[in-house]
């Protein structure tokens, strides 16, 4: 019998990689740092602004966290010009294609200049045990791909997920998948929650994290025909991290976490709504106080730690993805997912099963 | 060769129906007037607070507009306890089970106690002409089915589709659809972007409207399986009002409106996506002055006026979606819709055509 549980951590939640908390405020004023070195390796050429973006968030997230070491990867002719810029390089290590003014920069293949060989070589060295986590703001796909090839995929995952907090009124609501995998399968949709209530009970510290499958209405058969066939495999399905579905969900629950702590979709309905709720706070002048949408999100079902930022990111989000990189590590959120996966294969249907 | 003209009107565009403005102000006061009586039918058991919100909605339209008719469609019981209620009782009249209290009630078939009869009730006093357009809170499936067997549909449209207007930071945008028909096929997908350049231009003014479909990123090839299937079919399309297709668009669109005036996509992702953004500014302290979310929508596609609000209505709600059909009404948008849409007819893909 399951009791009628707290279902959420009422401590305080906010962590790196959170939504930005008003102009006011600075972005990581109010976060403990946790202790440990975390060394991250940034994808110097993800994003829309790479890469001037990329080391302006780089040196903020450097000067936020005395633990922190970076390195950043990417093409020899954006190394060369990093020299001119930065001003903490005790910290700060530079990746690129050949030996240049006595920086290391082994890790990049050969033809670095495309940004998907960028992030490769970034997963490369985390691969290799030369950073501790990979931070891209580059094509989402091309860091998917990356990663899944690089670390490896948790077992009976075939396609990660990218998982993004959001700030409900009552705590933290997981929003899974925001962009990793596109397509609505039932056994997708089920791996994901498995991996979003890991997420939740991992990173967010969530009691019995609850779960439910977004679509527009509660009631069963309320929904598009994956939502049909993906509410009753959700429901037989045995979570990790005690962890209980609740049903169907509406929109509404992103903003009030009324029901759910974790919230399950497609990555194409997770990306849209994102952009379109970050768009709608711009409008409205800003995100409200301790609200907003987050700025990274964790791609989760491989083996290894990655944030994604998204490709419009400004420094700030930068600095927001390598600080949610450094906690993760920290709290050895990956193998802490990966454990609590372990204990629930047999009893999930794999994802690897298709189903239209 | 079609010149870079300038795809949205510039007049101003508030309009019945219309997010509601902040809470300073009055929802209804910058809204001209249009001239002509209206005679709406409004379902008295839709929502889930009906029949009181409902009511208390039909009071402050009819306050709000001198000639404005109201025809209030519901279970004799509910039309019993209206007469301790209405304070304006020359312009509504009361359509029940059987003739109480001197009220003509011959609209409704003989079980309407059931919300989905109530609704149909109404659209049959659309079809009879005994009222000019329909309002409805109530389950939207519901809706679309009645409309769609008491109104019929348009020429080549099977799915009839939900159109909700945005405020974006240079105009209205369109959303279509949020929640008529919830699979994303290529052919309705196409239909639904044709009605939506009609409605644009229609009831918003925007010259040579220009539509795109949502999708996760602005190349063609980026998106899910019925995005990459949809983009080329649009392409392809010759669409009516003399709209353009610009390709695939990004959430962001919604609020900012800077390369649409129409965007479409799947009743799914719609729905879920107007829900998120409501509950955002909700979670913000109420929508920004001038923006935040559509209070009702206009069901495209059927040879009617019918209005959906949704289900959490309240009274402002009721009377906003009541101010939209009747504005609706007075432009003869129905008519402008049909017409505009018959010379497309054969040039457009039937959304009869099931891909999946």
Redesign the interface.
Known sequence: VTPPAAGRSRTTWRLPGAPAPSVSQSHTADIPLEPGAARIAVDLLGGDDAPDVVVDGALRALGADPDLHLLLVGPAVVADRLFGLLDAPDRIRVSAHAMRHGVRMSDAPARASRPDTTVRAAVTAVAEGRADAVVSAGSTAATVTAAALGLGRLPGVRRPALAATLP??SGPVVLIDV?GS???RPGTLARHAALGVAFAAVAHAVERPRVGL???GTESGK???A?RASDPVLARCSLPAGARYVGQV???????GDHVDVVV?????G???????????????G??AG?GTPRAAALLGVAGTVVVCHGAALADDIASGIALAAHLHRRAASAAITALLADQTGALPSDIEVT?
Chains 1, 2 share one sequence.
């Open positions: 409900a009124a962009g596109l397509e609505a977004l679509s527009v929904g598009d025909r939502r509406e929109g509404y629950e992103l903003a009030t979709t497609d990555g194409f309905t990306n849209v709504l994102l952009k379109a709720i970050e768009a709608a706070y711009a409008m409205a002048g995100p409200p609200g239209t």
